[in-house]
């Protein structure tokens, strides 16, 4: 299977104190663990099963992730940056696998 490839769209600058919109996307494929293979055996669940937002170290966003979700998780939500920095995401896999990226942005 392909690795998964986190995607996210920040806005570059902002103001001091300005509600920002992030968006996410994780290209994984998602498997529900209730289907079987052509051996008629289950095929394990796997699916990402927790996000977690940071901004300059502090959590900003978390959400646990339910089997409901549909493959190529997508999240929005809002933050208020007061301060230049980076934030930083973080999607944990179901078999331990763990995808990160970050995206900085200025204050003006």
Known sequence: MAKAK????VPKSASA??????KTLISHKM???????????V??????NKFTCEFNGTKVFECDIDPA???????EFTAKVA?????????V?????????S??????
């Open 17 to 22: 104190g300005e509600v920002i919109t992030i």
């Open 93 to 101: 896999d179901d078999d331990g696998s763990v995808y990160e990226t």
């Open 43 to 48: 095929i394990p669940r796997k699916i990402i």
């Open 103 to 108: 995206k900085k942005i200025e204050v003006k």
């Open 83 to 91: 301060e230049a920095g980076e934030f930083k995401f973080t999607w």
């Open 31 to 41: 498997e529900s663990g209730q289907r079987k293979d052509k051996a008629g055996k």
């Open 69 to 75: 979700i549909s493959a190529n998780p997508y999240l």
């Open 6 to 9: 986190p995607r996210v769209k």
